[in-house]
């Protein structure tokens, strides 16, 4: 089983500022990782996969990055709507072995 | 768009079997995409139990300790989990959700259920 760990476990930011969040795999995972982002009460929405690509609907100030095993998730500037969980997930081989992250909290300072 | 709905019993007694069906509306549950279960212990991280495709084809979480059985009713558009002879450990929300193809290679998780807390006690 492919274990990724995200760090930090909670990250406090203010408005406005960049966040950056990181998800390493125990082995590679080639560009396959995914990101979502969850708020209190509410199922994961999906924000960047293949590692770099924006989902339907995603503002431009989320973007992602890395490949193999290192993987970042860059948030440019916070706004009061993104204050909320945010996990990686990876799939890979068959049959396919997915996990996702133990997660980030973006909270605010 | 698809939508996506759990439902089951809320409380399930410990050893007893865990059911919930998840209705899809919106699109065919024949349509080529892996329709799955993906469980939250109360404050705790996502946990993926196991998928199935139209075909029957399911792939199942190998660290789960209890057993996990997804089928498919293609006549109602739905799919099903159970788990059998749950513990407390099994207590959580559980979501269905589809994994599609959206880059081209690797299936993600597109849509969502709103989830459904499942109690496992006496």
């Known amino acids: 089983e492919i274990v990724l760990t995200q760090s930090p476990a909670t990250l406090s930011v203010s408005p406005g500022e960049r966040a950056t969040l990181s998800c390493r795999a125990s082995?590679?995972?080639?560009?396959?990782l995914a990101w979502y982002q969850q708020k209190p009460g509410q199922a994961p929405r999906l924000l960047i996969y293949?590692?770099?690509n924006r989902a339907t609907g995603i503002p431009a100030r989320f973007s992602g990055s890395g490949s193999g095993t290192d993987f970042t998730l860059t948030i440019s500037s916070l706004e009061a709507e993104d204050f909320a969980v945010y996990y990686c997930q990876q799939r890979s081989g068959w049959p396919p072995d997915l996990t996702f992250g133990g997660g980030t909290k973006v909270d605010i300072k | 768009q698809v939508h996506l709905q759990e439902s089951g019993p809320g409380l399930v007694k410990p050893s007893e079997a865990l059911s919930l069906t998840c209705a899809v509306s919106g699109e065919s549950i024949s349509s080529a995409c892996w329709w799955t279960w993906v469980r939250q212990s109360p404050g705790k991280g996502l946990e993926w139990i196991g998928e199935i495709y139209h075909s029957g084809t399911t792939n199942y979480n190998p660290s789960l300790k209890t057993p996990v059985t997804i089928s498919v009713d293609k006549s109602k558009n739905e799919f099903s989990l159970k788990l059998e002879s749950v513990t407390a450990a099994d207590t959580a929300v559980y979501y269905c959700?589809?994994?599609?193809?959206?880059?081209?290679?690797?299936?993600?998780?597109?849509?969502w259920g709103q989830g459904t807390l499942v109690i496992v006690s006496s």
């Open positions: 959700a589809r994994q599609v193809v959206v880059g081209g290679a690797v299936d993600w998780f597109e849509s």
């Open positions: 293949d590692a770099s």
């Open positions: 082995q590679s995972v080639d560009k396959f």
